[in-house]
């Protein structure tokens, strides 16, 4: 039986629902005989292949990259994965969006900093109106809410995805967990 | 307990969920429900305040009723046929939830009762794994000015469980609602900072029936911030004086 | 104050105006008061006074006669003339043609359909008698419901006239109001009131406060007969203090009715005693449902609360409470006086009596009309209301306000009644009636209420307070031309869980505008979400807003 491909994307989040995928610990080696890790934040790969069977996602859609690049990921991704609770719900990223864009960047490049003072105008991805969550934004198969997921229920999750069945994602994790 | 204060009460049949019960004639569907096991969801509702069907998670079926019916206000009757998990109300009380996540920035992972409140845990149970609402993401004071509370109006569901609490058993009243449809708010006073409220005792009831973490005591980190639950004596302890 | 004291203030009053030759109404309620009758009235009397004609001629103010778009309007009582648009400066002519032919160019036509085709029991005195003289009122025989439910009747008796009739509460959901009493009849309490309804918020209506303006007396005198039907002794009238003209009306009738023995203790000498009092709404649509009302004058928040119990059962401050609109007890006295099955006779099997309705939007008259249950939609609006102006194409009319629903074309032939109406997913309502032409978007109209019901739910149960929200959002994307197919599923999904498990009226009926502009005309929607196009032109989709689809 061929291997499962598999990828994970990193938007608008703290990285920390990577650090508790990563948390499964010697399970990961498990895994590592089922699926092909075809592209992440924690491999090599530059271009997100064609192809892949899961993605697993964390983080909001908080800018104009992170948008192209759910966008990317939808077309070419059979099941996608919203990871946490920042791609479920954007938690800690929407709670800049009542204040709008304007204000935030003037506190985050103006007031707050010491050097420099500037609003970036190229390079750095302008931000959305709004952070969202990605099913704003794309079509999403699984939800896995948590801040993080717990490592059983990522755990859970990919397994259950493996042997070709919807997780019952209520049962393991919670908005906030 | 003062035999002549007994009232003479008669007793009604019913059935929830095809399962035959009884009950006295002043008790709620909910009540009846509780005493059987039946789980029907509630976030308003807290036993030992005036029950005013707000939330709308409560809502059965009954038999014969054009209407959904709250069940935590609605009392028995003789050979009612209530249901209580139908398909329409799974969906019903799915949406509600939903509808209430996408009206308040409510961010679960920095809020102070994280794993202690009832939105949260109803969300969980009821299946609810995400909004399918655009979240409305209001831009909401917090009012801090208390000694030992604070109130957090981005988590507030408006269940108005501390309005009736200070209102009925502290007799206060230093919590009311103003301003209409979303725009609606938990107010002390005349709309006054809460430290400047002059009515506040200070008692913290309306702290300890918050579901979610709009009030909150100060210095408390998440973990610590459990409710205790003293309604229940306290209005049995006031009905036996009488 | 004795039967044979009423008696004769009628026959005084009716005295004195046999005496006057020339009597000129002007009508003093807000719509012409809105295009200045009241200098229109200066300026006649001046007139009158200029030419020596203080003896024989008379000017009044009398309530509303209909005919708005008209105003401001001056009717001669001996001969029926009405003249239309009415400036201070034509005053002079006017009394100088009285007692020959009427100045043309001012004549209204009162032989058209506008005026034929109405049938008045509750508007009967409007524009007839002086609003602000009880004396008038008592003339036109007024009292004499309340003098013979007190005098000849006893309470089972006035209770059983009043369902014989088969009236149905007018303000909107058509509950039988005989039924109603009885109930409160019945219901066992140590205090009992009654409460009027007259916080008229649906937008383009103003039935009541057309009937408050112009008639206040019959109001009183209906509320005062319920009051002796089911045995309370307190009556509250609740209008909006957006109403400040009813408002005025109202609390001098109660001063003239009390000092003429009509209210108060003792009433025709018996031992019924009634008092009313007027309280003002503070701007909230909500407080129209009657368990919010109710909160209201106890002076709490207006909030409804779930029924049952119902207020004939627990009302205001937990009595039985007898709670009617303002057009359901302006029934009353002329119901008293011929009796129930007088008023049985008008109107259809299951909707009786008459129905005033306010008649607005694209229709040639606009104005206040009252109509038999049972006329069709097509005779109000092409022979009563004239047809749409400037040969527009009729599109649809909305009644029930933001309770209600759009009804087209192919239903216009349909009798008007609570149950056909509703069977078409729409409501009677309180007579709020906009008609809308082909320059009409339904999407905007239904975006239209759908902002009115969401600013104006009182934010208690989460169906409507963020459901209306929701809606409204959606219908706003709709409208910019960005939404989708599953932004449709979602609004469609609203409506349903909103109707179903809102706590009140309010909530409940809420997305029946969308839901009946979805079933008659979904085709507009789909205009605006596939082709990013607005059919009647009223939405802006702009390339910008395209760009982002």
């Not at chain 1, 989040?13 to 005989?33: P, Q, Y």
């Not at chain 1, 890790?37 to 064609?50: C, G, I, N, R, T």
């Not at chain 2, 209530?82 to 009380?93: D, F, G, P």
């Not at chain 3, 959901?173 to 219901?187: H, I, R, S």
Request: proline share 5%; charged share 25%; hydrophobic share 35%.
């Amino acid at each position: 039986m061929s291997k499962a491909r598999i990828a994970t994307i990193w938007l608008d989040g703290c990285s920390g629902c990577h650090m508790s995928f990563l948390d499964m610990d010697e399970r990961l080696i498990e895994l590592a005989d089922k699926i092909e890790l075809v592209y992440s934040p924690l491999v090599d790969a530059k271009e997100y292949p064609e192809n892949v069977d899961v993605c697993l996602c964390e983080g909001a859609v908080s800018n104009e990259d992170d948008l192209k690049k759910i966008l990317k990921v939808r077309a070419r991704t059979k099941i996608l994965v919203s990871l946490g609770d920042c791609a479920v719900n954007s938690n800690v990223p929407s709670m800049r969006n009542p204040f709008g864009v304007e204000a935030v960047c003037h506190r985050a490049y103006i007031e707050n900093a010491q050097l420099n003072q500037q609003i970036p105008k190229q390079v750095i991805p302008p931000l959305l109106k709004n952070a969202r969550p990605i099913h704003e934004c794309v079509k999403v198969d699984v939800f896995v809410p948590g801040c993080p997921p717990s490592a059983d229920g990522i755990y859970y999750v990919v397994t259950e995805l493996l042997a070709g069945r919807m997780p019952d994602t209520a049962s393991k994790t919670r908005f906030g967990a | 307990m003062n035999p002549s204060a007994q009232k003479t009460l008669s007793v009604k049949t019913l059935q929830i969920n095809g399962k035959d019960v009884s009950a006295r004639e002043d008790q709620t569907i909910l009540d009846v429900a509780r005493e059987n096991g039946v789980f029907i969801p509630t976030l308003c509702n807290l036993d030992g305040l005036t029950p005013v069907g707000a939330c709308r998670l409560c809502l059965v079926e009954v038999k014969g009723s054009r209407r959904l019916l709250p069940a935590c206000i609605t009392q028995v009757q003789d050979n009612m046929e209530v249901s209580t998990n139908t398909e329409t109300l799974v969906k019903y009380r799915k949406m509600i939830l939903e509808l209430l996540f996408a009206e308040r920035n409510h961010v679960c992972s920095v809020c102070v009762s994280n794993g202690h409140c009832e939105l949260q845990a109803m969300a969980q149970k009821l299946g609810v794994d995400h909004i399918r609402y655009p979240y409305l993401y209001p831009k909401l004071a917090v009012d801090a000015s208390h000694d030992r509370f604070a109130v957090d109006h981005n988590r507030c569901i408006l269940c108005q469980r501390c309005v009736r609490v200070c209102d009925e058993i502290e007799g206060a009243h230093t919590w009311d609602v103003q301003g209409r449809g979303t725009a609606s708010l938990v107010i002390t006073d005349l709309n006054q900072p809460w430290g400047t409220s002059e009515s506040c005792t200070s008692c913290g009831k309306c702290v300890q029936v918050c579901p979610t973490g709009t009030l909150f005591e100060k210095g408390r980190a998440s973990g610590e911030m459990t409710k205790r639950e003293f309604l229940p004596y306290l209005t049995l302890m006031r009905e036996e004086r009488v | 104050m004795t039967p044979e004291e009423l008696h004769k203030i009628a026959e005084t009053e009716l005295e004195a105006k046999q005496q006057t030759q020339h009597t000129l109404c002007v009508c003093m309620a807000a719509g012409c008061v809105s295009t200045h009758s009241d200098k229109v009235k200066e300026s006649l009397a001046q007139q009158i006074e200029k030419h020596g004609l203080k003896e024989t001629c008379k000017v009044k103010g009398v309530g509303c006669m209909g005919l708005c778009m008209a105003g401001p309007l001056v009717a001669v009582e001996q001969t029926g003339a009405l003249y239309q648009m009415v400036a201070p400066q034509d005053a002079e002519e006017i009394v100088k043609n009285l007692g020959k032919q009427p100045v043309k160019r001012l004549v209204c036509d009162t032989t058209q359909p506008f005026f034929t085709r109405q049938k008045k029991i509750v508007l009967e005195n409007s524009g007839v008698v002086d609003s602000e003289r009880i004396e008038e009122y008592i003339a036109a025989k007024g009292y004499e419901g309340l003098l013979e439910a007190l005098t000849s009747m006893n309470q089972a008796e006035v209770v059983e006239q009043v369902s014989k009739s088969g009236l149905r509460g007018r303000g909107g959901a058509g509950f039988p109001t005989g039924l109603k009493w009885g109930t409160v009849a019945k219901a066992r309490g140590e205090r009992k009131f009654v409460i009027c309804n007259g916080d008229e918020g649906d937008p383009g209506a103003f039935m009541d406060r057309s009937v408050l303006e112009s008639d206040p007396h019959r109001v009183l005198e209906g509320m005062a007969i319920g009051g002796y039907a089911v045995g309370a002794s307190q009556g509250y009238i609740y209008v909006r203090a957006e109403y400040p003209l009813a408002v005025k009306r109202l609390k001098d009738a109660i001063k003239q009715a009390e000092r003429l023995g009509l209210l108060g203790h003792n009433i025709f000498g018996t031992t019924f005693s009634f008092n009313i009092e007027v309280r003002l709404g503070a701007g909230a649509f909500v407080c129209g449902e009657e368990t919010a009302l109710i909160a209201s004058v106890e002076g709490k928040r207006g909030q409804p609360r779930p029924r049952p119990p119902f207020p004939a059962e627990r009302g205001l401050w937990d009595c039985p409470t007898l709670i009617n609109n303002v057009e359901t007890f302006a029934n009353i006295p002329p119901i008293i006086r011929n009796g129930g099955e007088w008023f049985a006779g008008i109107g259809t099997e299951k909707g009786k009596g008459t129905k005033v309705f306010a008649l607005a939007g694209a229709v040639k008259n606009t104005g206040l009309i009252e109509v038999p249950m049972g006329i069709s939609l097509r005779e109000i609006i092409f022979e009563i209301g004239g047809g749409i102006p400037d040969g527009k194409k009729f599109k649809a009319v909305q009644t029930g306000g933001p309770s209600g629903g759009c009804i087209p074309e192919q239903f216009l032939d349909m009798q008007v009644d609570y149950d056909s109406l509703a069977k078409v997913g729409s409501i009677m309502g309180s007579g709020g009636m906009i008609v809308m032409d082909e320059t009409s978007c339904m999407v905007d109209v239904a975006k239209f209420f759908m902002e009115f019901c969401m600013t104006e739910s009182c934010g208690k149960c989460v169906p409507c307070r963020v459901g209306t929200k929701q809606m409204h959002e959606l219908l706003s994307k709709i409208t910019d031309g960005t939404a989708t197919d599953e932004n449709l599923a979602m609004l469609e999904e609203l409506c349903d869980v909103v109707k179903n498990t809102s706590l009140c009226g309010l909530g409940m009926t809420a997305p029946n505008p969308v839901v009946s502009t979805l079933r008659y005309f979904r085709d507009e929607y789909m205009a605006h979400i596939h082709d990013h196009r607005c059919p009647a032109g009223v939405c802006k989709i702009g390339k910008e807003q395209l760009a982002t689809v």
